[in-house]
């Protein structure tokens, strides 16, 4: 028998998957596919909301943030469209490809954001 977070982890990963696949879904409201392509983003950017290094508040976004997010969008997508997203990630396996370029992409946009803050600043200081 398993232990009880190991079983909550594994199905969080599945509901991952199928909020990734309802996000793609076109019977998916405009406003869940938004909802859920931040929370997708959150979860693969590297940079927190609260940093990991601040005691006990660093963990906050890992424990309550994102279950919270999970289950905001999980809520906002219809649930015969979630049905359908729950039996097709249980047919496939995740893509490891999709992650890594989805990761990719978020990496280069908090990039840009920090360039773009950072010159921003640069030329602040200087008039």
């Known amino acids: ?7 909550r ?5 599945q509901h991952v998957h199928a909020l990734a696949l309802a996000c793609r879904h076109p019977r998916t409201p405009w406003y869940a596919k ?6 997708v983003a959150y979860a693969l950017s ?17 424990l309550v943030l994102m279950p919270l997010g999970i289950w905001v969008g999980l809520r906002l997508v219809p649930p015969e469209v979630m049905a359908e997203c729950r039996e097709a990630a249980a047919g496939t396996a995740y893509r490891v490809r999709g992650a890594l370029v989805a990761a990719a992409v ?3 946009i908090w990039l840009a954001c920090a360039i773009g803050i950072g010159l921003w600043l640069w030329a602040y200081r200087r008039s």
């Open 9 to 13: 982890l594994r199905m969080l990963k």
């Open 34 to 39: 938004a909802w859920v392509a931040l929370v």
């Open 1 to 7: 028998m398993q232990p009880a977070f190991l079983v």
């Open 46 to 62: 590297p940079i927190d909301l609260i940093p990991d290094f601040v005691p006990v508040l660093g963990a906050v976004d890992d």
């Open 106 to 108: 978020v990496i280069v």
